[in-house]
């Protein structure tokens, strides 16, 4: 094969690009010019895996014939089109399929391509498949999404079948597939492999961990009569193995009908039989010995990978498997990481930065080196040994970029078992729920029955920490207690406070002393006292017994004073107040966009009421955010175009509508009738009684509200800790040891540290950001995971109505309004917000939804209590919710039932960026026709 690369560099001897490469030579260095498919396949013959022969035609082949301009300027053309537009893709993907199609093949390509293909033999049949440069990857495995032609026979077929595995780039199914992965269409190439054809007595295909369960250790066959093109099209209901590998046992196996096979014809092509035995479905494709063989090559496969895999097989009639085709399943989550002991038993996690943060999205490298650091200061705390606070406690784990909490110990143990379920309930009922179906779990069984243990440890903590004198001043002087709460923050501010002289050293110093000292140290010293408030308020619910409804319940926490992030957006909707006094202003908002508004404020020159009213705003509350708790995230402060956006929103409510001022204080009044109700309810058994729950009901309401002043202090320090940690990235940058400051938010605390001794990290930072925004498009992200891979999941409701925790009280109808990140979004008065979860840095958008609905939560998540402060129905913690209902889809949000109902689904209009589909949807309409039904 004269023009085939034997070479196993990207580059010819000539020093010209080759057009042909030998699969036996195509390793992991050369994707980007044989494409993923063909790596794999490279890497498995290496390895001495039977992979039948052939040739990759190169991704220069594909450059040489779509060089033209034209193919330029279509695929810029595709790049600019919004991933929901899918007519536009789809008209602009069949003009660059047509455009391939017609574009000659220059002479050294078909030269090359022939040459290699009669180096496999005279008119031998092949496989000809595509190999895109951004397919079969471990973030997308692009399965399907272009052509494959099968016992292609002759060189004129071969070629024909390249030319259209080419334009199978485009397909309209590839194209969709591309916008939905932010894969960009202009840096897409496809090489193509030409491969000889296995004979087939049967064929399929095997996943090395059971793509539905999530199992790792159960790998999922499917066998067909004939070629594989049957099981992989779908085309026949294959035979179905489940094979348990730690057991060596089929745990299941169901024969499928096998009612065609597809066969090759003798002159190329292939054809669909009908079986002629009518014992076909009777009979197993497999025997145990063959299917044995086949999970033992499955696993030598995954082993050689480093992860499961999608593995396209055939076994010829001398009862040898060929492996065709490898790809990496990318629909699991992945499994925790852990430095705890690597024991084999199963393990639970639950994942902490979503369901009790509130955070969907992916955690920066710094800032999950930060969870772990703070993470290991409170085991410290909790008098639990950390070896290395670097790598976090034994129970710390992460994955998918995310924080998760291994919850084993605690599911085992009679202690752990009591607190857990309520603990969780409070942020995520969900998360309560199935955690106590875990304790059926024969796995999970109790192996340590006593509770003293739990208590002893809890009792010595408290003593150490002087929680008991700080719970007896919440009692007694509660004011003094909320006093005692902001000096400590404060304090803790202070003592981080560095000079401008300080070195870089130093400045990373600071910022891990304040991870692992100064965040943990504010827990057992604020966290007390809103926990009284909670206490309180439940001995006197308690006493009332059933004379008082759960509706009444949530009534008392409305208007629930010294709440800082309620503060925090009733001073945001003040100023939007302001401004709306000075036309001229509004307009501004309503006609720039944010980076220009931004511009203009760091230049000082927007209006007045706005440039003062938001240095205002920001000297206060700049040091918050959007996943506030992770280091590496922007502050406000950095980059506050999120809140033009939320001003923005504020500004399009009526002028005569009811202000967020008024509807918290109504709460307040209505909170205040309720206890006057419940207190008069309880004298009927005694001045005792009513004493206890006046008493109770006055105490939740002056203490309640501190529930989020540890956030808010913990999050100050963060932002302090963010600060040093820029000035370290700033030194490193004029050093040239990074490219920019923000880069030191993709290395973890102790590679900064490296990097300042001299240690080149370059090399890591641009695969994190693309793992960083990879995960970031994850819509899916686990409550619960087992170390098996197994999702535990609730089972679904029968009826159409979805079902949640019942947040804050009222019903309303509205359209829907989809948020998975609130920057730059602005929410039209009424819309019913849609988000997978929320954190403080969402709350400024609630003061403009008509209702509130979250996939993540539980009554005491930061979203349900703002929900309730401003008196907007919500439902928390509902599975589903965000797959279920579509953009501008009307909704009944009934807060006091917990349940959301939908009106039939039409097809969204288009929605422009940052916009919505519910434009023509009456918005905040309620069920009775008139204001909220709080």
Request: with cysteine; hydrophobic share 40%; net charge neutral.
């Given at each position: 094969?004269?023009e085939?690369?034997?070479?196993?560099?990207?580059?010819?001897?000539?020093?010209r690009t080759?057009?042909v490469?030998?699969?036996?030579?195509?390793?992991?260095?050369?994707?980007?010019?044989?494409?993923?498919?063909?790596?794999?396949?490279?890497?498995?013959?290496?390895?001495?895996?039977?992979?039948?022969?052939?040739?990759?035609?190169?991704t220069?082949?594909?450059?040489?014939?779509?060089?033209?301009?034209?193919?330029?300027?279509?695929?810029?053309?595709?790049?600019?089109?919004?991933?929901?537009?899918t007519?536009?893709?789809?008209?602009?993907?069949?003009?660059?399929?047509?455009?391939?199609?017609?574009a000659?093949?220059p002479?050294?390509?078909?030269?090359?391509?022939?040459?290699?293909?009669?180096?496999l033999?005279?008119?031998?049949?092949?496989?000809?498949?595509?190999?895109?440069?951004?397919?079969?990857l471990?973030?997308?495995?692009?399965?399907g999404?272009?052509?494959?032609?099968?016992?292609v026979?002759?060189?004129?077929?071969?070629?024909d079948?390249?030319?259209?595995?080419?334009?199978?780039?485009?397909?309209d199914?590839?194209v969709?597939?591309?916008a939905?992965?932010?894969?960009?269409?202009?840096?897409v190439?496809?090489?193509v492999?030409?491969?000889?054809?296995?004979g087939a007595?049967?064929?399929?295909?095997m996943?090395?961990?059971?793509?539905?369960?999530?199992?790792?250790?159960?790998?999922?066959?499917d066998?067909?009569?004939g070629l594989?093109?049957?099981?992989?099209?779908?085309?026949?209901?294959?035979?179905h193995?489940?094979?348990d590998?730690?057991?060596?046992?089929?745990?299941?196996?169901?024969?499928?009908?096998?009612?065609?096979?597809?066969?090759?014809?003798s002159?190329?092509?292939?054809?669909?039989?009908?079986p002629?035995?009518?014992?076909?479905?009777?009979?197993?494709?497999l025997d145990?010995?063959e299917?044995?063989r086949l999970?033992?090559?499955?696993?030598?496969?995954?082993?050689l990978f480093g992860?499961?895999?999608?593995?396209?097989?055939?076994?010829?009639?001398?009862?040898?498997f060929?492996?065709?085709?490898s790809?990496?399943?990318?629909?699991?989550?992945?499994?925790?990481?852990?430095?705890?002991?690597?024991?084999?038993?199963?393990?639970?996690?639950?994942?902490y930065?979503?369901?009790?943060?509130?955070?969907?999205?992916?955690?920066?490298?710094?800032?999950?080196?930060?969870?772990?650091?703070v993470?290991?200061?409170?085991a410290?705390?909790?008098?639990?040994r950390v070896?290395?606070p670097?790598?976090?406690?034994?129970?710390?784990a992460?994955?998918?970029?995310?924080?998760?909490l291994?919850?084993?110990?605690?599911v085992?143990?009679?202690?752990?078992?009591?607190?857990?379920?309520?603990?969780?309930?409070?942020?995520?009922?969900?998360?309560?729920?199935?955690?106590g179906?875990?304790?059926?779990d024969?796995?999970?069984?109790?192996?340590?029955?006593?509770?003293?243990?739990?208590?002893?440890?809890?009792?010595?903590?408290?003593?150490?920490?002087?929680?008991?004198?700080?719970?007896?001043?919440?009692v007694?002087?509660?004011?003094?207690?909320?006093?005692?709460?902001?000096?400590?923050?404060?304090?803790?501010?202070?003592?981080?406070v560095?000079?401008?002289?300080?070195?870089?050293?130093?400045?990373?110093?600071?910022?891990?002393?304040i991870?692992?000292?100064?965040?943990?140290?504010?827990?057992?010293?604020?966290?007390?006292?809103?926990?009284v408030?909670?206490?309180?308020?439940?001995?006197?619910?308690?006493?009332?017994?059933?004379?008082?409804?759960?509706?009444?319940?949530?009534a008392l926490?409305?208007?629930?004073?010294?709440?800082?992030t309620?503060?925090?957006?009733l001073?945001?909707?003040?100023?939007?107040?302001?401004?709306?006094?000075e036309?001229?202003t509004?307009?501004?908002?309503?006609?720039?966009?944010?980076?220009?508004?931004?511009?203009?404020?760091?230049?000082?020159?927007?209006?007045?009421?706005?440039?003062?009213?938001?240095?205002?705003?920001?000297d206060?509350f700049?040091?918050?955010?959007?996943?506030?708790?992770d280091?590496?995230?922007?502050?406000?402060?950095?980059?506050?175009?999120?809140?033009?956006?939320?001003?923005?929103?504020?500004?399009?409510?009526?002028?005569g509508?009811?202000?967020?001022?008024s509807?918290?204080?109504?709460?307040?009044?209505?909170?205040e009738?309720t206890?006057?109700?419940?207190?008069?309810?309880?004298?009927?058994?005694g001045?005792?009684s009513?004493?206890?729950?006046?008493?109770g009901?006055?105490?939740?309401?002056?203490?309640?509200g501190?529930?989020?002043?540890t956030?808010?202090?913990?999050?100050?320090?963060?932002?302090?800790?963010?600060?040093?940690?820029?000035?370290?990235?700033?030194?490193?940058?004029?050093?040239?040891?990074?490219?920019?400051?923000?880069?030191?938010?993709?290395?973890?605390l102790?590679?900064?540290?490296?990097?300042l001794?001299g240690?080149?990290?370059?090399?890591?930072?641009e695969?994190?950001?693309?793992?960083y925004?990879?995960?970031?498009?994850?819509r899916?992200v686990?409550?619960?995971?087992?170390?098996?891979?197994?999702?535990?999941?609730?089972?679904?409701?029968?009826?159409?109505?979805?079902?949640?925790?019942?947040?804050?009280?009222?019903?309303?109808?509205?359209?829907?309004?989809l948020?998975?990140d609130?920057v730059?979004?602005?929410?039209?008065?009424?819309?019913?917000?849609?988000?997978?979860?929320t954190d403080?840095?969402?709350?400024?958008l609630f003061?403009?939804?008509?209702?509130v609905?979250?996939?993540?939560g539980?009554?005491?998540?930061?979203?349900?209590?703002?929900?309730?402060?401003?008196?907007?129905?919500?439902?928390?913690g509902?599975?589903?919710?965000?797959?279920?209902?579509?953009?501008?889809?009307?909704?009944?949000?009934?807060?006091t039932?917990?349940?959301?109902?939908?009106?039939e689904?039409?097809?969204?209009?288009?929605?422009?960026?940052?916009?919505?589909a519910?434009?023509?949807?009456?918005?905040?309409?309620?069920?009775?026709?008139?204001?909220?039904?709080?």
């Amino acid at each position: 094969m004269s023009e085939v690369h034997e070479a196993g560099t990207a580059s010819a001897a000539d020093g010209r690009t080759p057009l042909v490469v030998a699969l036996d030579r195509a390793g992991t260095g050369m994707l980007p010019l044989v494409g993923g498919k063909a790596v794999n396949l490279g890497v498995m013959t290496a390895a001495g895996l039977r992979v039948p022969d052939g040739v990759c035609v190169t991704t220069e082949a594909y450059r040489q014939v779509t060089r033209e301009a034209r193919f330029a300027v279509l695929a810029e053309k595709l790049s600019a089109v919004p991933p929901g537009d899918t007519v536009a893709l789809s008209e602009l993907a069949g003009e660059i399929r047509d455009a391939v199609l017609g574009a000659p093949v220059p002479r050294a390509v078909t030269e090359a391509l022939t040459a290699a293909y009669r180096g496999l033999g005279s008119d031998v049949p092949v496989a000809v498949r595509s190999s895109a440069t951004a397919e079969d990857l471990p973030s997308a495995s692009f399965a399907g999404q272009q052509d494959t032609y099968l016992n292609v026979v002759g060189e004129d077929a071969v070629l024909d079948a390249v030319r259209h595995c080419w334009a199978s780039l485009w397909t309209d199914r590839a194209v969709a597939y591309r916008a939905t992965n932010g894969i960009d269409n202009r840096s897409v190439r496809l090489a193509v492999v030409v491969q000889r054809m296995a004979g087939a007595r049967a064929a399929g295909v095997m996943f090395t961990a059971d793509p539905v369960s999530g199992r790792r250790h159960w790998v999922t066959v499917d066998a067909a009569p004939g070629l594989g093109e049957a099981v992989v099209s779908g085309a026949v209901n294959p035979d179905h193995f489940v094979v348990d590998t730690t057991e060596d046992r089929v745990v299941e196996r169901r024969l499928g009908d096998k009612r065609l096979a597809v066969r090759p014809l003798s002159g190329g092509g292939t054809e669909h039989v009908e079986p002629t035995d009518p014992d076909t479905a009777a009979h197993a494709c497999l025997d145990t010995g063959e299917l044995r063989r086949l999970v033992a090559l499955g696993r030598d496969v995954e082993r050689l990978f480093g992860g499961p895999q999608d593995v396209e097989w055939t076994l010829d009639t001398e009862g040898r498997f060929w492996l065709t085709q490898s790809r990496p399943v990318t629909t699991l989550y992945p499994l925790p990481v852990t430095n705890a002991r690597g024991d084999e038993e199963i393990r639970a996690y639950f994942c902490y930065s979503m369901v009790w943060q509130g955070i969907q999205g992916p955690v920066t490298p710094v800032g999950l080196s930060a969870l772990r650091l703070v993470a290991s200061g409170m085991a410290r705390l909790a008098g639990l040994r950390v070896p290395d606070p670097y790598d976090g406690p034994a129970a710390y784990a992460e994955s998918g970029g995310r924080m998760f909490l291994d919850i084993t110990t605690a599911v085992r143990g009679a202690g752990g078992r009591t607190a857990l379920p309520s603990l969780l309930k409070m942020v995520d009922h969900q998360t309560a729920e199935l955690v106590g179906e875990l304790f059926d779990d024969p796995r999970f069984a109790v192996t340590d029955p006593s509770r003293a243990g739990l208590v002893r440890r809890l009792g010595r903590i408290a003593l150490r920490a002087g929680v008991p004198l700080r719970v007896a001043e919440a009692v007694i002087r509660p004011a003094a207690a909320r006093d005692r709460a902001a000096r400590v923050g404060a304090r803790q501010a202070e003592r981080f406070v560095l000079p401008e002289t300080a070195g870089a050293g130093q400045r990373l110093d600071t910022v891990r002393r304040i991870l692992l000292e100064g965040i943990p140290a504010l827990f057992p010293r604020m966290v007390p006292i809103p926990a009284v408030g909670g206490a309180a308020l439940g001995i006197a619910l308690k006493r009332l017994g059933e004379e008082v409804t759960e509706e009444e319940g949530l009534a008392l926490l409305r208007g629930l004073p010294h709440n800082v992030t309620t503060e925090m957006d009733l001073e945001l909707w003040r100023l939007a107040v302001r401004i709306r006094e000075e036309p001229g202003t509004v307009r501004l908002l309503g006609d720039h966009s944010h980076d220009e508004l931004l511009r203009s404020y760091r230049e000082g020159t927007l209006p007045s009421a706005l440039q003062r009213g938001l240095t205002a705003f920001l000297d206060r509350f700049g040091h918050r955010a959007v996943a506030e708790i992770d280091l590496g995230a922007p502050r406000w402060a950095d980059a506050p175009q999120h809140l033009f956006g939320v001003l923005a929103g504020y500004l399009s409510s009526p002028a005569g509508a009811a202000s967020p001022e008024s509807q918290f204080a109504d709460g307040a009044k209505q909170a205040e009738r309720t206890a006057g109700e419940l207190v008069a309810r309880a004298r009927a058994h005694g001045r005792l009684s009513a004493a206890v729950v006046g008493f109770g009901i006055r105490r939740a309401r002056q203490l309640l509200g501190l529930r989020e002043i540890t956030k808010f202090y913990s999050v100050l320090l963060v932002a302090r800790a963010r600060r040093e940690l820029l000035l370290v990235g700033e030194h490193l940058v004029a050093a040239g040891r990074l490219d920019a400051v923000e880069d030191v938010c993709f290395l973890d605390l102790r590679e900064v540290g490296e990097a300042l001794a001299g240690t080149v990290v370059r090399d890591r930072i641009e695969r994190r950001r693309e793992e960083y925004v990879r995960e970031g498009r994850r819509r899916h992200v686990p409550r619960m995971l087992l170390s098996d891979g197994t999702e535990p999941a609730l089972a679904a409701g029968e009826d159409g109505t979805l079902r949640g925790a019942p947040a804050s009280p009222g019903s309303v109808t509205g359209p829907v309004r989809l948020v998975y990140d609130p920057v730059g979004v602005s929410l039209r008065p009424g819309e019913i917000l849609v988000a997978p979860s929320t954190d403080p840095g969402w709350t400024p958008l609630f003061l403009t939804a008509g209702g509130v609905v979250l996939e993540t939560g539980g009554v005491n998540s930061h979203g349900a209590v703002v929900a309730r402060e401003y008196g907007i129905p919500a439902v928390v913690g509902v599975p589903g919710v965000l797959s279920a209902l579509s953009e501008g889809q009307t909704v009944t949000v009934n807060g006091t039932a917990g349940s959301v109902s939908a009106e039939e689904r039409q097809s969204p209009e288009p929605v422009a960026p940052g916009g919505s589909a519910a434009s023509a949807v009456p918005a905040g309409r309620t069920a009775e026709g008139r204001g909220r039904d709080v």
